[in-house]
């Protein structure tokens, strides 16, 4: 496809927008202009034009580097649907499809190609790269090739080679989330020192953040989902496989459309419940972490976590897959202290060295800190990242502040009472001793005798268990996971049982039910299309499943249902008025331009 040498004319007249973000126009340049880029950009933040523009600019094929066969797949069809020439090259092809498009490939009729990272270190790879023309190398995903990042691929360790075999072709490295320890190995490893490095804000501003107590967690996301995201998409995490399998058929039974999505299932099933979630609008994906990286899907109007992540990382790359449109999404999540002792328990027998289990134990500490705290959630992200910001407005700690209370008095109650009982025993077992009870087990080992028994009486059960999870988050106390979640008093704690410190923390209350949320996404819909607009909005919808479903591609390769909301906004009826909406490139004026303007005049005239 040959294009001009115009970065912008390329946006408009391909991908159908009239202007680029933040930071995407130099990083292009640099591109063109043959300089390698390295890119930290948040999801939705519109990673791939970096790469795609130049890819169609330069002479040769754009070749780029992506862990996700389901991702290849999705993003090719986008750019064919585009009027782009690209293929990709994975274990899904036959012999003959990979012979196919090696000859395309190597007579110049690319623009772009897709390419897994243990397929591009294969000799006869490498071979076929050194005989064509190779505009870039556009590696995504970069995190993968970081051990501290939470994505860790060993195939990724081996593309140092690209520097080293191709010099002259430039090479960009992307990533949605990594602190500075993790960029900083991405350079390296990859050969990037000289690279500029272009860092756009993490701020991801239409994800409003919610996190509960676990308590009767099944109930309170089924009531979140009725009432917040009734037929919209969205993605629930669990921490283990049987979780997945039992919430995907519990969610089912109450009429909500869930899949489950694991690594235990068949490659097939897998498959399946992908596409349907890629390709429908109201489907709810119930997975473990294996689901995701990568999800191109831009409508995914919520998030949910019904158990912890094990750092911020992790959590802002998965809450990042919410709201890619850019429209309201929510990020909504349930924890409880057995998710630290199971992730813990995890980490602690996982087979990696001293150095890298200690950080992951510091990642979670911090995390759970977020979880604690009291403050706008918004502004404890962008600072973990090292990015300052303003209390949003929109999280739940915004919305509706936290009552603290001056918890001094009973933190060193509970200290004390985990020192009286020698450090040998787990929450509830601390908590009973505190409340006064003679269980078998406190009388049994004495503890009805010592000077902490009953004397936490003035406070429930719950707040006993929310202040030991809060001491556990701030680095009070210690959980020893060699004696099955013993707590142990950390040197820390000295000052506070001592009288030096004081301590402010959350107090948790029994929410009240019913307060106003923010305006989601169904809300504004239902606001602006009332009477006709709502038979014109729901028409289109209908126009572009049939032709997705002709066509075989999700709804949204056709046009993102922001496009469709402009169209019920704006009413185009001619072709150039059509082009001027969102996402509306030459091609898809030339696919769908006269059949989507038809409609929309039939109803404008209807009226």
């Not at 130099?26 to 390698?36: F, K, N, V």
């Not at 970096?50 to 999705?74: F, N």
């Not at 429908?280 to 992540?309: Q, W, Y």
């Not at 591609?553 to 922001?562: G, N, Q, S």
Request: aromatic share 8%.
């Amino acid at each position: 496809m040959s294009h001009s040498q115009n970065p912008h004319e390329v946006l408009k007249h391909v991908f159908g927008y009239d202007e680029f973000r933040d930071q995407q126009l130099d990083i292009i340049s640099d591109l063109i202009d043959g300089r390698d880029a390295m890119v930290l950009m948040p999801t939705g933040g519109g990673k791939s034009l970096c790469y795609q523009i130049p890819s169609l600019i330069r002479p040769g094929t754009g070749v780029v580097i992506s862990p996700l066969i389901a991702l290849m797949q999705d993003q090719v069809n986008t750019l064919i649907e585009q009027g782009v020439n690209a293929a990709f090259l994975n274990s899904s092809l036959t012999r003959v499809e990979q012979r196919d498009i090696e000859l395309q490939f190597l007579q110049g009729n690319l623009d772009i190609l897709y390419v897994a990272p243990e397929r591009l270190m294969t000799d006869s790879t490498l071979a076929l790269f050194r005989q064509s023309q190779i505009a870039l190398f556009a590696i995504d995903e970069a995190h993968c090739v970081s051990q501290w990042g939470h994505d860790f691929r060993a195939d990724y360790l081996r593309l140092a080679i690209l520097a080293e075999e191709f010099p002259q072709v430039p090479r960009i490295a992307l990533t949605a989330t990594a602190d500075r320890r993790t960029r900083n190995e991405i350079s390296e490893r990859l050969t990037l020192q000289q690279a500029q490095h272009y860092i756009t804000s993490f701020d991801r501003p239409n994800i409003r953040y919610q996190i509960r107590e676990k308590e009767n967690s099944k109930n309170r996301l089924l009531q979140f989902i009725q009432k917040d995201h009734e037929g919209d998409a969205g993605i629930v995490y669990c921490l283990s496989r049987n979780k997945v399998n039992e919430l995907a058929q519990w969610l089912k039974e109450k009429g909500i459309d869930a899949l489950p999505y694991h690594a235990g299932l068949t490659q097939g099933v897998r498959a399946s419940n992908q596409s349907r979630f890629l390709k429908e609008d109201s489907v709810v994906i119930v997975a473990t972490i294996a689901f995701g990286m990568g999800i191109d899907k831009p409508d995914v109007r919520f998030v949910a976590h019904m158990d912890l992540p094990k750092s911020m990382e992790a959590y802002y790359q998965e809450t990042g897959r919410a709201g890619r449109d850019g429209e309201p999404a929510d990020a909504w999540m349930v924890y409880g202290l057995q998710d630290v002792i199971q992730l813990r328990k995890m980490m602690e027998g996982s087979a990696a060295n001293e150095t890298f289990k200690r950080v992951e134990q510091q990642k979670l500490e911090t995390f759970l800190g977020f979880c604690e705290a009291t403050t706008c959630r918004r502004q404890i992200i962008l600072r973990y990242f090292e990015e300052k910001a303003e209390p949003c407005g929109n999280c739940d700690n915004c919305q509706s502040p936290p009552i603290t209370w001056d918890a001094t008095e009973a933190a060193r109650k509970a200290l004390s009472c985990v020192y009286r009982t020698g450090q040998r025993f787990g929450v509830s077992h601390v908590v009973d001793v505190l409340m006064g009870k003679a269980t078998d087990k406190v009388t049994q080992h004495g503890h009805h005798a010592v000077s902490t028994f009953g004397i936490g009486q003035n406070l429930d059960q719950n707040v006993w268990r929310s202040l030991f999870r809060q001491l556990v988050a701030m680095g009070y106390l210690k959980i020893d996971f060699d004696r099955f979640g013993v707590l142990v008093l950390d040197e820390k704690s000295r000052a506070v049982l001592k009288g030096d410190e004081s301590l402010h923390l959350r107090f948790e209350e029994k929410k009240k039910a019913g307060r106003k949320q923010q305006g989601n996404f169904k809300q504004r819909k239902e606001a602006i299309y009332e009477g006709e607009d709502e038979k014109l909005w729901q028409a289109l919808r209908r126009l572009r499943k049939n032709l997705s479903d002709e066509n075989n591609v999700p709804p949204y390769t056709i046009f993102h249902d922001a496009t469709l909301m402009e169209m019920v906004e704006l009413k185009p009826v001619k072709l150039d008025e059509f082009s001027d909406l969102h996402g509306v490139g030459d091609k898809k004026l030339d696919s769908y331009g006269d059949q989507f303007i038809e409609l929309i005049y039939s109803h404008v005239v209807g009226e």
